[in-house]
């Protein structure tokens, strides 16, 4: 039974930072791309930032614009976690937070090549 457990959201004041984190079980996520995507009330979900499971190999990490130079996702194989540093959060950055794996040699751009989710940790910035 996988599971991807996110945690490390909460309410913080604009220019703040957070860093969340995905605890995987039941799966090796060092086979998968791991990814992080968010989704605020009334939008499509989306993606933030992907980070391959052999970045030399298969091309690295991924941003979407928005977060470029903000955000930074990182992964401990050997702990089978992965993370979302996130500095100087504004009010668009609020949104529910989804860790996500697909195992594909090239991360998927979209949200339905990913296979297993997790329930999703909340970022409130005001």
């Known amino acids: 039974h996988v599971q991807l457990v996110e945690s490390g959201g909460g309410s913080v004041q604009a220019g703040g930072s957070l860093r969340l984190s995905c605890e995987a079980s039941?799966?090796?996520?060092?086979?998968?791309?791991m990814g992080w995507f968010r989704q605020a009330p009334g939008k499509e979900r989306e993606r933030v930032a992907t980070?391959?499971?052999?970045?030399?190999?298969?091309?690295?990490?991924w941003y979407a614009d928005s977060v470029k130079g903000r955000f930074t996702i990182s992964r401990d194989n050997d702990k089978n976690a992965l993370y979302l540093q996130m500095n100087t959060l504004n009010s668009e950055d609020t949104s529910m937070y989804y860790c996500a794996a697909a195992p594909a040699l090239y991360c998927p751009n979209i949200p339905n090549e990913y296979v297993y989710w997790g329930q999703g940790t909340q970022v409130t910035v005001s």
């Open positions: 039941g799966l090796t996520m060092k086979t998968y791309c």
């Open positions: 980070i391959a499971k052999e970045i030399i190999r298969w091309g690295g990490t």
